[in-house]
């Protein structure tokens, strides 16, 4: 064939991009809910209310009694890029302490949702506003609504426009909400300056269950007796170190059962993350001194703001962290005092 100009590259069309791109940020009904949660506390709020519908596949509804939205954002929040948390890359830089910065999470919900409304009040307002947005996240209506000073987003029918998403969330649903549900805990643990409180309507039985409830201002052992129990709680030590405090398993193995060895949570700066090295020096130690399942662990790190880069995937749960290995290796000592057999017996001795 004659060559042409024409080459076979072409640029992919934006309402297809979109499609990509929101489709990173909002993976599962997990990350939907967090997102929306973030936007909550975010916002301020000192309550959190997540009502699920058919474990999230149905409905996700998140209500806070945060700052709310202005009128003149009404336009601008489902759009992509918009945010109000980040001017430039600076901030960034400078370390953003807001789990938003992105601007993506409403216009991805807009995209992938079967609809998503928005029922908000600011403390300017005298009553609250209701917006439906569209796939593009504009307004397709607006109308007057009863609420009280905060933000209520409602997202239906996730998935509804990617069918086959939308096939693996109703098949997998137990799965989905299972991770939703620990990615809950992990906010009800750091973001202990709300009261978060989760319930979830079953397909089966159409009757609301709490599945989560953890008051405001606790320390972390509060936090994790309300999350899973006060027994379970009592058999955890403090862990501390200049870049890390947090909540570790006993020498004993106490408390470590197969269910218990799901719960290692990892924090930066109270955010969420992924940290599989940390994980994996920790469970290295336990298995080290020949312990069984793997020990629970709570560990919040305290980094300065440019040791620790948050924005290297859509969903900041990958978080890039300078020096991991010395960290890794701090975590290591500190576990290996904790576990190891001498201190065991050396608390066994302990008078009381
Ligand atoms: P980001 O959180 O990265 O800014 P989002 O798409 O999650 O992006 O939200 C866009 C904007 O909408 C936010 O910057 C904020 O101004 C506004 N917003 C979203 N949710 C809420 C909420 N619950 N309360 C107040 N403002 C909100
Ligand atoms: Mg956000």
Not at 41 to 50: F, I, N, Q
Not at 116 to 142: F, M, N, P
Not at 189 to 210: H, Q
Not at 239 to 249: C, H, M, N, P, T
């Given at each position: 064939a004659p060559r042409t100009a024409m080459g076979t590259t072409k640029r992919i069309e934006t309402g297809c991009v979109?499609?990509?791109c929101s489709g990173q940020v909002i993976v599962d009904v997990a990350t939907a809910?967090?997102?929306?949660?973030?936007?909550?506390?975010?916002?301020?709020?000192?309550?959190?209310?997540?009502?699920?519908m058919g474990s999230g596949c149905d409905e996700i509804e998140v209500s806070d009694n945060g700052r709310g939205i202005g009128p003149g954002d009404f336009e601008g929040v489902a759009?992509?890029?918009?945010?109000?948390?980040?001017?430039?890359?600076g901030d960034l830089e400078r370390g953003v302490s807001s789990f938003g910065f992105r601007g993506e999470?409403?216009?991805?919900?807009?995209?992938?949702?079967?609809?998503?409304?928005?029922?908000?009040?600011?403390?300017?307002?005298?009553?609250?506003?209701?917006?439906?947005?569209?796939?593009?996240?504009?307004?397709?209506?607006?109308?007057?609504?009863?609420?009280?000073?905060?933000?209520t987003v409602t997202a239906r029918d996730l998935f509804k426009p990617l069918p086959v998403r939308r096939a693996d969330l109703e098949r997998n649903a137990k799965r989905h909400f299972?991770?939703?549900?620990?990615?809950?805990?992990?906010?009800?643990?750091?973001?202990?300056?709300?009261?978060?409180?989760?319930?979830?309507?079953?397909?089966?039985?159409?009757?609301?269950?709490?599945?989560?409830?953890?008051?405001?201002?606790?320390?972390m052992t509060d936090a994790v007796a309300a999350l899973f129990g006060a027994?379970?709680?009592?058999?955890?030590?403090?862990?501390?170190?200049?870049?890390?405090?947090?909540?570790?398993?006993r020498a004993t193995g106490d408390g470590v059962g197969r269910a218990e060895g799901d719960r290692q949570f990892f924090f930066v700066n109270g955010r969420p993350i992924d940290a599989p090295k940390l994980a994996r020096a920790a469970n290295d130690v336990w298995r080290h001194f020949e312990m069984k399942h793997k020990p629970a662990i709570f560990l919040d790190?305290?980094?300065?703001?440019?040791?620790?880069?948050?924005?290297?995937?859509?969903?900041?749960?990958?978080?890039?962290?300078?020096n991991e290995n010395g960290?890794?290796?701090?975590?290591?000592?500190?576990?290996?005092?904790?576990?190891?057999p001498t201190s065991r017996d050396a608390r066994a001795f302990v008078p009381g």
């Open positions: 979109r499609k990509i809910i967090k997102e929306l949660v973030e936007n909550a506390l975010d916002a301020g709020a000192t309550r959190v209310d997540v009502k699920l759009r992509r890029y918009a945010t109000s948390k980040l001017r430039d890359f999470a409403l216009a991805s919900l807009c995209e992938l949702a079967g609809s998503v409304e928005v029922v908000t009040r600011d403390a300017g307002a005298s009553a609250g506003t209701r917006l439906k947005y569209g796939r593009d996240g504009g307004i397709v209506a607006q109308s007057v609504a009863p609420r009280a000073v905060g933000t299972a991770k939703a549900v620990r990615l809950l805990q992990a906010y009800a643990l750091v973001a202990r300056s709300a009261r978060l409180r989760v319930t979830n309507v079953p397909r089966n039985t159409k009757r609301p269950s709490v599945v989560l409830q953890a008051q405001a201002g606790r320390a027994r379970f709680a009592a058999t955890l030590e403090p862990l501390e170190d200049a870049k890390f405090e947090g909540l570790a398993s790190l305290r980094l300065a703001p440019g040791n620790v880069d948050v924005n290297c995937a859509p969903d900041k749960r990958e978080v890039v962290i300078d960290l890794v290796a701090a975590l290591k000592d500190k576990l290996h005092a904790l576990w190891a």
